[in-house]
């Protein structure tokens, strides 16, 4: 069963600290994975796309990795700010799954200030 | 550019009653796709259309899920009968031919009580 997990559900970090979020997944063939970004009450944001072939990915402060050999990806989020905070969702869109994406449960961030 | 707009909002009802939510897609995005996500969870997909034509199903509950796209543009999603499990956030997202972002509706919560 190819399936999607987030370590830890929920992480609390100082202000202005580096922090990395991570996801496994279990079938290395995939077309691409995905970090979004969802705020209570509001959809999801689309933070960071990493085709199959790509290593990395970045914008802004925020980096994205990709090791499908290994079966994972993390999210580095630098200098965090308050406004961080929300709950982070890996989604992996794997290979032959008509792009279908699935979701690991998400890690719950809280930046203090 | 218009997001994907979804209603209602929010829904309250009680077990063994019916109700359907509705979404209204990017213009010119060709794939909608339907999830359900439960408290604390990642979203899971319930149904994919391509135009007006279903892509994959095989996780809709169908003996009291439905869901329609008729003429390739808006989408309803029905329950019929709710139980208490269908308490949920129901997103609906849509995605461009040809590329590989999907983008996400607020959703609508639905409290079956």
Redesign the interface.
Known sequence: KQEVTQIPAALSVPEGENLVLNCSFTDSAIYNLQWFRQDPGKGLTSLLLIQSSQREQTSGRLNASLDKSSGRSTLYIAASQPGDSATYLCAVVFSGSARQLTFGSGTQLTVLP | EAG?AQSPRYKIIEKRQSVAFWCNPISGHA?L?WYQQIL??????LI?FQNNGV??DSQLPKDRFSAERLKGVDSTLKIQPAKLEDSAVY?C?S?MGGT????????T?LTVL
């Open positions: 994907v794939t796709y604390g969870q990642g979203p899971k997909l994919q892509v994959d997103l997202a995605r590989d972002t999907q983008y996400f509706g607020p959703g919560r």
